[in-house]
């Protein structure tokens, strides 16, 4: 019985040890050191973290917040923690945002629908007629907006798109069908596409810039294998004189574009009819220049 006694009162410290061991972690270094970690110390340390706040979790657990709520059931959170709010209104912001986006998309869309038909596309264009000739032209039918003439690679004659202010303008423009503008009959036929706007910043700002853009002409579709040097080249023998020269282009578009200015005007209307014809290996579209080829800023040297 005493034996029985001894091994009952044993009992007692031997379950306040596993108690014990149950409500603290043991890491033993490598000197055989324990140091012990009261487990209710980080109980009350980790409840006092926002377990929403920003600094701990990434903006793709938000994304997924509803496909992961179960493994994050475990974890209590207050709705009106600071973090909590953060989340929603950046929520409620980004939500804005893409609505914003999309109606700028459709106003856009619709904006673009209303340019397509206040504009009409004019077709076999003598090339000698001027984009001031042919805004002239029409503006008998409504106010003419915008004017753009283009060369045609496939043609000695060009084309054009002519936007009015409103869809009346572009209606009475069809009756034009047929008229004579040069020495040639135009063709006169709604437009299926608008007209790309010109960056204001490009456009001419005074009466010697406007005067520049007679003797400029655009030039698209250039081979990159071809170089300034050549570009001015090819100009200068079969239109004349070159005074200024832009040639640009990026690693995105496989051709590239140029501005051409002339010191005559004469020679920018001659280099309308090189539309078509081929350098290095691409046929060039040329047109008239909306913009002029302003001299290149030189910044001052810092010392």
Known sequence: ????????????????????????????????????????????????????????????????????????????VDNKSAGNENYSNRRRRNNFNQGRRRLNG??????????????????DIDQNVTEE???????????????????????????????????????AALNLNGIMLGFYPVRVLPSKTAILPVNPTFLPRSEDEREMCTRTVYCTNIDKKVSQADVKTFFESTCGEVTRLRLLGDNVHSTRIAFVEFAMAESAIVALNCSGMVLGTQPMRVSPSKTPVRPRVTRPMSL
């Open 106 to 123: 459709k106003a856009f869309r619709a904006q673009r629908d209303d340019s397509i038909r206040q504009t009409v596309y004019v077709s």
């Open 1 to 76: 019985m005493a034996a029985v006694a001894d091994k009952s009162g044993e009992a007692a410290p031997v379950a306040a040890a596993a108690n014990d061991k149950k409500n603290n972690f043991v890491v033993e270094t490598a000197k055989s050191e324990s140091k012990e970690f009261n487990v209710q110390n980080l109980v009350d340390m980790f409840t006092k973290l926002n377990p929403l706040a920003k600094e701990f979790f990434p903006s793709s657990y938000y994304q997924n917040q509803t496909k992961n709520d179960s493994k994050f059931n475990q974890v209590p």
């Open 133 to 171: 000739q042919l805004a002239g032209l029409f503006s008998n039918c409504g106010q003419v907006v915008d004017c753009r003439v283009c060369g045609d690679p496939h043609s000695v004659l060009r084309f054009a798109f002519v936007e009015f202010a409103d869809e009346e303008g572009a209606r």
